[in-house]
Structure formats: structure tokens, C-alpha cells
Nanobody, 124 residues
Framework: QLVESGGGLVQPGGSLRLSCAAS????????MGWFRQAPGKEREGVAC????????YYQDSVKGRFTISRDNANNMVYLQMNNLKPEDTGVYYC???????????????????RGQGTQVTVSS
């Protein structure tokens, strides 16, 4: 089970840190990612991270602003989001796939076990 938290309303230029708590699974065995879905748009991969090699992949629109990290020992995954823009608004989902999945594949295919999501709204 994956449970996201940390979403909310923030002004443009602000920051949020999303957290994902995993239970019933050992994160060492999974490639992890953050997806988002904006109103009226398809779900998209935002950031993905490998299980043990530290590899990361970011969507072009968030490079330099978002940072994905993971704490396998405590079964947690994070997404630090800085300099938020209105187009970052959406429901953010934590996702997991088997560790043989590359970070590029996970973020491009936007598939995997997901949580319920947390709403992020960037607005003045």
C-alpha cells in the first residue's frame, strides 16, 4: 500500500514536499516514481528513481525544480518541489514497479501500483 501526503495550496514560486509511505512491501525491490494528473489531461510521469543505483529521471518541465528521493530503510519516498508553477497543479500519485523497470520506462509508461494521490494546487 502506498499513501501520499504533503499536498496543498501554494502560491507560484512556493515549495512543497510530498511524502509517500509504503507498507506491505520492501522498497528495495521496486523502482519508484511520482505521477501527476491535471484536470482534463492524461496522467504523466514526473520523476522516477531506481531501487538501489540512485538513477533518476525527470520530466523536462520539472528538471531543476523537483527532486525525488527515497529512504528504503524506512519505506519512504519523497518529492521536493520548488519554484512551483500553476501548470504543476494536479493530483500527485506515488507509484511502484518491479526493480527491473528502468526509470525511463516507468516515467514514460506511467504504470504501476499507485496510491490514492494528494492534491497540489498552485495558484495566487
Amino acid at each position: 500500500q502506498l499513501v501520499e501526503s504533503g499536498g496543498g495550496l501554494v502560491q507560484p514560486g512556493g515549495s512543497l514536499r510530498l511524502s509517500c509511505a509504503a507498507s506491505g512491501m520492501t522498497l528495495d525491490y521496486y523502482t519508484m516514481g511520482w505521477f501527476r494528473q491535471a484536470p482534463g489531461k492524461e496522467r504523466e510521469g514526473v520523476a522516477c528513481m531506481g531501487s538501489s543505483d540512485g538513477s533518476t529521471y525527470y520530466q523536462d518541465s520539472v528538471k531543476g525544480r523537483f527532486t525525488i528521493s527515497r529512504d528504503n530503510a524506512n519505506n519512504m519516498v519523497y518529492l521536493q518541489m520548488n519554484n512551483l508553477k500553476p501548470e504543476d497543479t494536479g493530483v500527485y500519485y506515488c507509484a511502484a514497479r518491479g526493480r527491473i523497470t528502468t526509470v525511463q520506462t516507468m516515467c514514460h509508461e506511467v504504470m504501476g501500483t499507485r496510491g490514492q494521490g494528494t492534491q497540489v494546487t498552485v495558484s495566487s
